[in-house]
């Protein structure tokens, strides 16, 4: 058993460093993340991240009260100036600055305060 052992040994030493890097490569594959598809709750971080910029946007000009919804594929903001333009095109733009979306996955809509 002790020479089929070494005999193995020899033949892999040729391999150490494959070996080496498919073990490194295997350990991060299951190291946990606090990435997406790990599995966990991101309802948390998500609605911080809109909290912030909901914050940031009703410190903006016209703005008023906004909320904010983000997913993978675009934004949703709702905010009592939406009727301008002018705070439409700055609400984008600092959507669009923080988040890296585009333009086209911004949509903005006024805020019905009557809650009715």
Same mark, same amino acid.
């Given at each position: ?22 073990? %490194? /490569?295997? @350990?991060?594959? $299951?190291?946990?993340?606090? #990435? ?9 971080? *998500? ?15 016209? %703005? /008023?009260? @906004?909320?904010? $919804?983000?997913?993978?594929? #675009? ?9 301008? *333009? ?31």
């Amino acid at each position: 058993m002790n020479e089929r052992l070494r005999a193995l040994a020899k033949r892999l030493a040729g391999y150490q460093y494959v070996l080496l890097v498919a073990a %490194v /490569g295997l @350990a991060l594959m $299951l190291w946990p993340s606090g #990435g997406g598809s790990g599995g966990g709750d991101d309802t948390g971080a *998500a609605s911080s991240e809109e909290a912030r910029i909901a914050g940031l946007l009703t410190d903006i000009e016209g %703005v /008023g009260q @906004a909320r904010v $919804l983000l997913s993978d594929r #675009g934004a949703v903001v709702v905010c009592a100036g939406a009727d301008s *333009a002018a705070v439409r095109l700055r609400v984008t733009q600092a959507v669009r600055c923080y988040t890296g979306l585009g333009a086209d996955d911004i949509v903005i809509f006024i805020l019905d305060q009557h809650g009715g």
